[in-house]
């Protein structure tokens, strides 16, 4: 049968061929749209995040711009960026660094793209591409039509030339875009180590973070066409990156150990929130006495065995670490969600005021006073969760007790209000605007209230926009929990 060539199979065929492209360029960040794959939120770990991105932020010039650490819920090592304001890394990533030097390298090689503004570059080479492909296959066409009018005549030659006249052009522009990405990963490489070295910090960890992944990915990398992979073939670039970090005069400074201590801290709370308990008992043994240890199985045993046994664990945690304000917030989110909410009240007001009100803790801390059901604390979850809404604006979680407050006291408008915010942020638009347009019928026209939920109203949810942020409790159900270490997938780089 003869080909057929029609407008709206060229604009699918740029189109599949640009898809290939984008993902690419951007694997995880695409992923990441596709799948909606879920965010962790943990004040403990975003703040540790905070302080290890901060001077290499300054260092890059960027730490005027509000860029931030976002944590994804996937277990491989990977790291990325999408946005141009936000690094995004993988639990993966955390759990399986030994060092805060490993994850600072990875950082530093995330600020590199972000400060030389890999991402818009991408896109405008991205544009060019597929403008290149639309004039390619344009001028393909007429061959294409040759050559099935040839093939129709015996002639498979003809038929051959045509095909090859589409293909070796999109080969071709493929290709120089996939030469351009690998030129960006090698400049984000060594502005990477630029940025620790101006920072004090030792590059071994980026170094020995690409070792280990490329030793990770040699089987796949084997036989591969260099030319066809969009980031440097793994030998060479590790081969790179070690000739330019051993040039730092601190290439072996080690990281404080107060800076460790934090960091087998995140690494132990990560694994006991997602990682079986029978995972967790294997990497902690009860052998293993270290408070990052005693950590780990406290929290395993508050989300899988005995609340009071978890409680007693979490008292003697504080005992060791009286000022500690995680420990308090982990008691008052195992009593909270134990179905013993006002013994949770206690110790969550201590975890805010050693926190300096954090308000992802205010929000728990809400939670727990509404849970009560006692009318007495309503007035103060109100003022509370309030307050942490002005810093936490994409919590849904906030809002919805917020809510339950609202109603609590009588005042339907806000209760109303609030409730039309926490569909809003959870993407379910409809409902978000039919409780937006009920509580404009509660509130006065032009007040501030009647502001927000018109303002709901008239949105338009972009497509695809969920919110997939959670804390580290919540991700507590058998499909949300992975265990790297039982994963078919193994480390993956996409670097």
């Known amino acids: 049968m003869p080909l057929t060539f029609?407008?709206?199979?060229?604009t699918t065929k740029i189109t599949a061929i640009a898809t290939v492209i984008?993902?690419?360029?951007?694997?995880?960040?695409a992923l990441a749209q596709e799948q909606k794959l879920s965010i962790l939120r943990d004040t403990e770990t975003e703040n540790l995040l905070r302080d290890y991105a901060k001077p290499i932020l300054h260092a890059a010039g960027l730490d005027k711009q509000n860029i931030q650490v976002t944590i994804i819920n996937q277990p491989q090592f990977n790291a990325f960026v999408a946005d141009g304001h936000r690094i995004f890394i993988n639990h993966g990533a955390l759990l399986q660094s030994e060092t805060p030097n490993q994850i600072i390298g990875v950082l530093a090689h995330e600020t590199g793209h972000l400060?030389?503004?890999?991402l818009s570059r991408m896109h405008e080479q991205l544009a060019t591409a597929q403008t290149q492909m639309i004039i390619a296959m344009l001028l393909g066409a007429g061959a294409l039509v040759a050559g099935s009018r040839g093939l129709s005549n015996g002639n498979t030659g003809l038929a051959d030339v045509g095909a090859a006249a589409i293909s070796a052009p999109q080969n071709m522009i493929l290709r120089n875009l996939l030469s351009y990405q690998r030129t960006q990963e090698e400049s984000a490489d060594r502005a990477g180590v630029k940025f620790l070295t101006a920072t004090g910090q030792s590059p071994k960890g980026m170094y020995e973070t690409f070792k280990r992944l490329s030793n990770d990915s040699l089987f796949s990398a084997h036989g591969a066409d260099p030319y066809y992979q969009s980031h440097p073939m793994p030998a060479e670039r590790v081969a790179a990156l070690e000739e330019i970090a051993r040039t730092s005069p601190y290439w072996d400074k080690k990281d404080p150990p107060a800076l460790q201590f934090r960091h087998d801290m995140m690494r132990a709370k990560i694994s006991g929130f997602l990682e079986r308990p029978e995972t967790v008992y294997r990497r902690y043994p009860l052998s293993n006495t270290s408070l990052p240890a005693r950590y780990a199985r406290a929290i395993s045993t508050y989300l899988h065995g005995d609340l009071n046994s978890a409680v007693n664990q979490i008292d003697s945690l504080i005992q060791a670490e009286p000022n500690?304000?995680?420990?308090?917030?982990?008691?008052?989110?195992?009593?909270t969600e134990g179905g013993r909410p006002t013994d949770a009240i206690a110790p969550l007001r201590k975890a805010v005021a050693l926190s300096n009100n954090a308000p992802l803790i205010e929000i728990l801390l809400g939670q727990a006073l509404v849970g009560t059901e006692n009318k007495a604390y309503t007035a103060e979850a109100?003022?509370?969760l309030r307050k942490a809404m002005v810093r936490e604006t994409e919590q849904p979680l906030g809002y919805m007790e917020l809510a339950m407050a609202y109603g609590r006291?009588?005042?339907?408008?806000?209760?109303?209000?609030?409730?039309?915010q926490a569909a809003f942020l959870r993407g379910d638009n409809k409902t978000a605007r039919d409780l937006a347009s009920r509580a404009k019928t509660r509130f006065a026209i032009g007040t501030p209230g009647w502001v927000k939920a018109d303002d709901i109203v008239q949105a338009k949810l972009p497509t695809g926009k969920k919110d997939n942020s959670s804390r580290f409790q919540l991700q507590v159900g058998p499909r949300d929990r992975t265990d790297p270490q039982d994963s078919e997938t193994g480390s993956q780089n996409n670097q």
């Open 115 to 118: 400060a030389g503004g890999h």
């Open 6 to 10: 029609a407008p709206f199979r060229i």
């Open 324 to 335: 500690n304000p995680y420990f308090y917030e982990l008691k008052g989110q195992a009593l």
């Open 382 to 384: 109100i003022s509370i």
């Open 22 to 29: 984008a993902l690419a360029a951007a694997p995880m960040a």
């Open 409 to 420: 006291k009588g005042d339907l408008a806000e209760a109303d209000l609030a409730s039309a």
